[in-house]
């Protein structure tokens, strides 16, 4: 059990370190159970529960365990929907992940290190399926925001919170001043 900074931090540490899913116990939101580990992560704590013989029971022994720890953590889950405002959670919660800075992505989506070159003080929370990717980016500088404007080529006079495709085919909306949300096609 690791007590992090904050709830993002926990959900980042979550998305990074799961693997397949075959249990999602109702432990909180945030909750994956495999074979052999429970893992899971409720305000700023991230579990990871693991057993050597990988049996059923052994499955719902760590369940019960980690429903006993999910109980005594009273701090709320990260809220995915000030990164992702128009989709429910739900649809989304095991397939993200969530990297802050160029080492969040080096641990979880080394695909998009490069389209993140040279920019350093970020979290992108990243969603992936077969047909698009969703990046929602929130800069922790306005320096950082503007070399990444740089990166690719945009100016902040184009955008817009309803959305704009620009020339390398993303389409771009601004959920806030330094936060965006790009929609690229896989």
């Not at 074979?35 to 579990?47: A, D, I, N, R, T």
């Not at 925001?145 to 085919?169: E, P, R, V, Y």
């Amino acid at each position: 059990m690791y007590k992090m900074t904050g709830a993002e931090e926990a959900f980042g540490i979550f998305s990074v370190s799961k693997y397949k899913c075959p249990g999602t116990p109702d432990i909180g939101s945030y909750a994956c159970q495999a074979k052999y580990q429970l893992q899971f992560c409720k305000g700023p704590y991230y579990v990871s529960i693991i057993n050597t013989a990988g049996t059923r029971a052994d499955s719902l022994f760590s369940a019960r365990i980690g429903e006993l720890i999910s109980e005594q953590i009273k701090e709320k889950p990260v809220d995915l929907n000030t990164f992702f405002p128009d989709i429910e959670p739900i649809d989304f919660r095991l397939n993200t992940i969530l990297a802050k800075g160029k080492l969040g992505l080096m641990n979880g989506a080394t695909r998009w290190e490069d389209y993140f070159r040279d920019v350093y003080r970020y979290n992108a929370m990243i969603i992936t399926d077969k047909d698009k990717t969703l990046i929602s980016v929130r800069f922790n500088a306005i320096d950082d925001f503007k070399q990444f404007l740089s990166l690719h080529g945009w100016g902040t006079c184009d955008l817009s919170i309803n959305g704009l495709k620009m020339a390398g085919g993303e389409i771009i909306k601004l959920l806030a001043d330094t936060h965006l949300l790009i929609e690229i096609d896989n």
